[in-house]
């Protein structure tokens, strides 16, 4: 089992940065790749970035390329989300979600999942 914990949500300005971590606890952090999904309300969960398991490799969604970074710190048991230049459309809840195999867009890829965290982004 792993455990996760999201936190670093809040409410920001459009133009406005936000980071975003993932704590993991339970089996050895560095054996799962991590995702990052948002869900928006009335809309479905939707792949933001990912990261493999030793973090030489990452996957960002059009969407939010060039503004958004996914990074993680095996020795803390964390996974950031750098969130930049933020819009008004990036409003949503954020997860976080584990694996074992491999880093993947899909959110039926992934075993453990936090609770979430809320990003409001005004215009």
Known sequence: QV????????????????????AASGRTFSNYAVGWFRQ???KERAFVAAINMSGSGTSTADSVKGRFT???NNAENTVYLQMSSLKPEDTAVYYCAANSMRRS?????????GQGTQVTVSS
């Open 3 to 22: 455990q996760l914990v999201e936190s670093g949500g809040g409410l920001v300005q459009a133009g406005g940065s936000l980071r975003l971590s993932c």
């Open 40 to 42: 928006a309300p009335g």
């Open 105 to 113: 867009y899909f959110a039926r890829d992934y075993d453990y999942w």
């Open 70 to 72: 996914i990074s993680r």
